[in-house]
């Protein structure tokens, strides 16, 4: 799968978003990434749905909301309406995280699930089959600018491998502490939706930003199992 990359808006200028999205667009960005923070599950309050709404009429790029927010499932219809495209829950929030799937795929979305670095996959392997995307997280969420974990990559390996085994398809997202060095470590290890917020906004050159986190294509050994 080839790797997309989605800046994480929580870098960007606030007051000038429509005009940082497009930044990001034209610079060769896939995906933007929108952190939606309730100030209960993580820490801080960033934006809601009317925001998003706004922004979907200046944009095109495809919405990968992720919310940092607890009771996911009273908002799930908010962001869908908006305008966004794929919306993820973290999995540490849900009660019934299939109904919160179903829920998105109703809505006409992509849904993805979250896990917070202490959080086990085995809180995924249930949800993977459903699941369009499963976001690792590489940082404890709430703020940009954090140091990546190096202890997920093991985690990112593991979950490459549980898809591979189900014979399904499901994205690997990662998120927190993303840059041209971390990039090679998490693609090798599967992941193929590379977030970034500090090292592509904080950037002089965005789109050499962009290009550096893409990095040269990894080609992964498929293991046959012939017995
Ligand atoms: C963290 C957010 C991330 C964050 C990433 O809670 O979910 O999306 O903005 O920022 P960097 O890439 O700077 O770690
Ligand atoms: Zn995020």
Known sequence: ?????????????????????????????????????DGTFVPEITIGAPVVKSLRKVSDIIFDVHLMVEHPETQIKSF????????????????HPHRIIQQIHELGCKAGVAL????????VEELIEDADMILIMTVNPGYAGQKFIDSMLGKIH???????????????????????????????????????GSAIYGAADVAQAIKDIRGKEIHHHHHHHED
């Not at 606030?14 to 005009?19: I, K, V």
């Not at 966004?84 to 829950?89: K, S, Y």
């Open 1 to 37: 799968m080839s790797t997309k990359i989605a800046p994480s808006i929580l870098s960007a200028d606030f007051s000038n978003l429509a005009d940082e999205l497009k930044k990001v667009k034209e610079a060769g960005a896939e995906y933007i990434h929108i952190d939606v923070m």
């Open 80 to 95: 869908a309406d908006a305008g966004a495209d794929i919306i993820t829950f973290h999995v540490e929030t849900a009660k």
């Open 116 to 123: 917070n670095p202490g959080t086990s996959l085995s809180m």
């Open 158 to 196: 593991m979950l490459y491998h549980m898809i591979e085994e189900m014979e399904t398809e499901c994205d690997i997202q990662v998120d927190g502490g993303i840059n041209a060095e971390t990039s090679v470590l998490v693609r090798e290890a599967g992941a193929n939706i590379l977030v970034a």
